[in-house]
Structure formats: structure tokens, C-alpha cells
């Protein structure tokens, strides 16, 4: 039975069907038919069962499935679910699972759990694994040491290619993905990377030392993950070797864990474009404290600068007073500088995160906004215009001075908009200049910077084209 | 050579002296030299070297390095960067690189360029090549169709592990990536998709038969090119195969291609969520009348929404006129509101959008977001409180009546907040359920509900509590 999933929709029909069966199977403590079931999915779909499971049954399930296909299940989980299925299985399976599980997957569940807890995991492992897993917990959270696999296959160069083709049956199947061949010279520096296509479309008798173009691309085991994303970006391999200061092999990046890394990255930097503070798990398993604590920081921050406006806004309370009617458009004019900036913000923030601009284009970038700025501004303008003429005419809302107002208002959003954008895409260069990361000019801080000019803008524009009537 | 990157700052710095050694080679015209440099990088950066130049130099550029090269690092630019060499390259040299290209990677050509020039470059292709062009973009846009090739190494069951590397080294040349080979029965259907490392850890006389497990994962070439990106995150594998309605296979989809459809998936996010409009382009690449109009829609649609708050102010101008005071806070509270409103909807949009919650999800939602909403009002408003108590303990800048406005700001902002972050919380969910996309409901669009709803809940709670003294 081919496992032939044809579109969307019959893909997640399936799903909840094979929910519904699993359930069903459970209820009736039909162990038999459920391990028969379980073994013709793929350790993903074993994975996202056990995930809508409850721990005991979790459990069960662990210890009905074969051994190969309940270690990589459990490599699919996330590492909170991870967390809760050790608990509930007894310590010589947790063994069993830890010791087997692939070194990078088993990092990622180590740097999740409480100290106490990872040192009594390590205790289960193996002398070698030990190693291995204190090693790889040695580099710097965030660092490419901490996503890379030590089980990587590495040949001499002076193999042929059917010397290697039996040398990797025998030995293969220790050495995970079998995509990238590392070929080191005799010292053991790494000399190339080698896809396993090149060594196919190769004679048997072969050297690979014949093979080889020893141009590689390399990570350093301390670097930044987002220096790996932007490398796998960049070169679109299925591994990368992350070599030390004398160009020795320590161990491999693959881009399955690339692709978590850039997930993980791109929802950091949505949360900071919202003003929040990145979480550290799922949102709907973040406790609500730290929910409260994330949100609140930027909330009051950004409440503290905004009250800047009363204060401003104070300076003018006699204008006000005279002219109630200024303070109708209060609302639109800054939220109209917000918006335009929010919108700079974010298409700047994306630039330069994707690296399609850089600091030195922030001169094209002003020259290209203050343009757009201005047709936008004139856009709101006029229609702020139009809309105040417009009620004029048929009601006496905005007073005997409306056509004045009319123009006060088109003025000062023209100029509240230039502005906007041009803080909300001049912000992001400097943040970047100083060393911190552009997405912190979220749009709630670019708002909040632009309302407190806009107001001054509003009012001294109403100064000059209000004087001596209406103020 | 080996061409080991050590670290981050060393790799940008190489890339620098790079560019400035290209440049002053081609300012010399020693072509011989350029080409030795040249053939020792990696086509990524053959590309990158040729994206610094103008078209003139990047055509000498492609003529004088090999041809296997120059067809790689073709592939690797951006798409306007190959409409640009192509219009500098005579029809031969086109048509030799179109013909030699990846089909996904000249699908992805094909589409962006006018309709006029795709049917002049069609013309350059061989009969072979034409069709499988034609039928590639006969998908529709956005669909796995655009993005497969049919390039892919396909083999029947009955065969054996040597008898497939022999196959391999005579006929993989032409078969794109080999890290999985795709086993069909004998009416041509997919029986299952063998990793590589499969067949190498196998002995050479073992029949595929023996081998396949018959379980596979596959993609519809009509459907979504989002739902690939879900199942290459959820499976982790380095290709996927496309099949139709009978189970045969039309092509496959391989991982790095992913890789770029998810950043232009997420650049679209988040711009939607600074309330711009999907560019086509790269924002520095994108004209400006362009970049102009697809601003100006949600900023016009933004502004309508906001004169709402004209309006509502309009019947509260005798409040206004009467205690002035009130104006000076009405930017810190509907700001508030919006702020706190637009944190919600980010984390909401971005669980939404990596799966990590659903639409049934949203019960449990709203008991988080109530709970922590009002946590935050409650922050808020004392804080707003102990400011206007402070300020007005030294000075007399709110009047008599000091006391009752710190208590209606103080609820106010309370009551705003726990409105905003159930609006940002619950409008994505509502948009989903409708067939919308979540992330329409950005930042700026939250923010303008919350400011016109603010503006209400702020006077209702000064009439109820300045009533008799202040109103």
C-alpha cells in the first residue's frame, strides 16, 4: 500500500481520520492492529499521533513500535513533548532512546531541560555519548556547536570509489546522512566535501583524490547559527562541515536543522516587529507569567514615551481650549505618521534581515523614501482635504474656519507622513549601525517616536495658519 | 586550496577583498588571471562576484569562465539579475545556458519576464526542452508544478543495488540530485522514494524489492507551494516527489528551492503585517510608483478607519471644551490600546501561520488573553495613575479635579488594553475562519479598531466619573 497522499485537503482528511483511528484502537486496547497500523507511517505521522496523546498513552504507544521506529519518532517530537514522554518512561528506555538518538537532536533536548534533570540524563548515557553530548553542550547556546552532528562520513583521499562504496556499507550505517562525503588528507584536515553524486557518476576505480575540487564552504563550531542560514541560503547544500582554526573536521550542519533554525529566527524577529520579547517555547506553552513579562517591558517602555504626548500636548492645551476642534483630528493626523512609518519599518527590516540591502544603501533607501513619503503624504493630504470640505458643505461641524482647518489638517498629514516614513525607515539603519538588532524599531515604537512629533508638527502648523482667527 | 572560512567576520571580510580583486582585474582587462580566480570559487560566489557588476562586465565575465560554471553560476542569481545578463548576451550564448538550466530554476525565470520575451526565449530552447518548459509553466502560479523539475533518477523495482549505480554512473548526469532515487512498479507507478543511503548500505546483489518499505510522501503538482513548505518541515526530507491522480510521478521538488519559498513566504508576512502590500520584487529593486501604490491602499484604507475618531470625538466636544485636561490624554490611551492590541495579534499570526495553534485553539486563546490582558491594563493604569498623582503633587497642571482624571485615565487604560489585546487575539482567528489570511489584520489595521473604540470606552468613563464635578 502505497502511502500516496494526492492534495491538501485529502492530506489533512487522512490526518484526522488517522487520528480518529488511533483513538478507536487505544479505547479498545487493540495493541495488535495499532502496532500494525503505526508501522506503515512515517516516524513524522508516528510523531504528530503521539503528540495529540496524552503521557500514558504516549507511553504505550513507545513501547509497542519497533525500536528504530520509536527512536526516530521521538527525534520528530518537539522538545516539550520530549520532556514529558522521558518522564513518562522508565529510565532504561529513556537509555535506550538517549544513547541511539542522533547527537544534534539530542543537544537541542539537553539545552531545553532543567540542569538537574540534563545532568541525570547524562548519567544514562554511555561513556563514548557522554562525551559526545558534553562536547557538543560545550559551545555557546545559539552557536553552530550546538546544531552540529559529530556522526559524519570521512574517507581518505586516497581511497578509490569502490573502496569507499564498501567502506560506507560497512560502516555507514553509524554515520547519519550519507549525502556529503568529507575527504581528508592524511593529516586529517579536511581537503573536500564531495556529494555523494560525484562519487556515483565516478568509475569504481576511481581515486578520489581525482575527484576532488577541494573547494569547500566551511562553519566554525562557534559562530552564529544565522551565519549557517544565511550559508545554506546562499550555496543551497544538504550539509555544511564545521571545521576548527586548523581546517580538522568537527562534526556537520544539515539543513533539515537549518530549516528549524530559520523558523525559530524569522518568529523572533515578527515578535520584536510586534514589540514583543522573543518567547522561549511555543506560544501556547508559554506560561502566562512569562507571557505577561514578555508583553508588558516593551507596553510600558513604549507607554512611557508616549506619555511625552501629554506633555506636549500641555504646551497646547490653550490652543486646544480656544479651538476645540483641533483636537477632533488628534486621532488621525498621528496615527497617520504611525502607519506610514510602521510600513517604512517593516519593509526596511526585511531588507536588510534577507540581506537584499545593507548599511551602505541607507542613502539610496532616504533619497527612494522621501519621494514615496511625499507622494503618500499628498495622497492623505487631499483626502483629508476633500473629507473636511466635503462635511462643511452640508453640516456646521468644523465651524465658520473650516476651510482653514481643512487646511491645517491636509498640511500636517502631508508633513506628519513625510516624517513617519522617513523615522520609520532611517531608525532601522541606525539601530543596525549601533549594533542592535533593526527589528527592535517595531511598529508600535515607531508609532510611538512619530506621535510625539506629530503633535508638535500639528499644532505649530495650526499656530501659523490659525493665528489671529481662530487661535 | 583549500577554501576554509573560518569564521563570520573573516568570510565578510574575504568576500570584500574579493570584490576589490575582481575589480581591479577587470579595470586591467587581465582576463587570464580573472578566469584562474574565478574557477577556484564556488558558483555562489561566481554569482555574487557578477551581481557587484554592471551587465558589460558581468557578459565579459560569463564568456570567459567555463561553460559548466557559468550555466551553475547563472542559476545561483537573482532573477532580475538574469533578465539583465541575458539582455547583454548574444541569442547563442541564451539559448546554451537556457537549454542547460535546472527546468524549476528556468520555470523561475520564465514567469517573471514580460510575455513578449518568455515566448522570443521559448524560441531558443530544443523541441525536447520547449516541452518540458511549456508544461512546467502550464501549472499555475504558486503551485508545486512551478517549482518541480523533471529531472530525477527513476528505476524499476525488479532491478538490483549494482545494477542501479551502474545505471547511476552511465545516465545520472542528466538526472539532477541523486541523494533519492524513486522506484516505480511496472506500469510506472511510485512504489517508494529511496534515500541514497538506503541503496548504499544495502549489498550489491539485493533487489530494490527487498529494500523499499512502499511508504512515501507525496505533493499534488496543482496544490499550494505552502503546503510543500509544511510537509519538507515536517518530514525533513531533501526532496519530495510530485505524482498524479494515478500515482505517477510527474517530478520532484528539492529542499533549497524550499528554502526560498519560505523566505519569500515570510517577507510577504510580515510585510502584510506592517500593512503593505506583497511586493513582487525586492524592495530596493521594486520601481517606485510601484512601491508607492501598494503603500497608499492600506495607508487610505487606515485613514478612512481613523476619521472614524473624528467623528466620535465630534460628540464629545462638549466634554472636551469643558475639560480640556481630557484632551492631553487621548494619544497615551488609544496608543495603548493599539500597542497592546498589536502585540497580541503578532504572537496569534505567528502561531497560526507555523501551526502551532489552530482554529479550535481559539477558546483557549481568549481565556489566556483575558487573563493577560488584564494583567497588563492592570500595569498600565496604576502606572498611569502614580504619574498624574506625582506630576500633580508638585505642579498644578490638571487642575482641581486631579484625582478623578487620574482615576478615569487609570481605568481607561485598563479597560483599553484588555479591549485591544482581545481584538488583536481574536480578529486573526476571525479572518481565518472567513477564508482570510490571518496576517491581514497587521499591526496598524488593530490599532486603528482599537483607537475608535478607545476614544468611546475613554469619554464613557469620564462621563460616568467626572460627571457633577469636572463635566
Known sequence: MADSDKTTDERAEKLVQRAERVAALIEKRDFHQLRDDLIKLEPADVAEVLGSLDDADKAVIFRIVPRPLAKESFEYLDVEQQKSLLNALGDSRVAIILNEMSPDDRTA??????AQAAKQLLQLLSKEERAVALTLLGYPEGSVGRLMTPEYLAVKE??????????IREQGREKGDLDVVYVTDANGKLVDDLNIRELLLSKFGTK????????????????????ATQLFKKYGRPALPVVDSGGH?????TIDDVIHVIEEETTEDIHKLGAVGALENAYIRTPLAELVRKRAGWLVLLMIGEMLTATAMGYFEGEISRAVVLALFIPLIISSGGNSGSQAA????????????????????????????????????AIGFLRIVMWSLFFNIYGPHWFNVGLVVSFSLFAVVVWGVLVGSMLPFGLKRVGIDPATSSAPF???LVDVTGLVIYFTIAARLLGGTLL
Open 109 to 114: 533536548l539537553l539545552e531545553e531541560v532543567p
Open 158 to 167: 586516497t581511497l578509490t570509489v569502490i573502496e569507499v562504496l564498501e567502506y
Open 208 to 227: 578520489l583524490s581525482e575527484i576532488v575540487d577541494r573547494k569547500y564552504v566551511s562553519l566554525s563550531a562557534t559562530e552564529d547559527q544565522e551565519a
Open 249 to 253: 573536521l568537527l562534526g556537520v550542519v
Open 346 to 381: 517593516t519593509l526596511i527590516i526585511r531588507a536588510l534581515a534577507v540581506g537584499e540591502i545593507t548599511l551602505k544603501d541607507w542613502s539610496t533607501v532616504f533619497v527612494r523614501e522621501v519621494i514615496s513619503g511625499a507622494c503618500l503624504g499628498a495622497i492623505l493630504g
Open 446 to 448: 515607531v508609532a510611538t
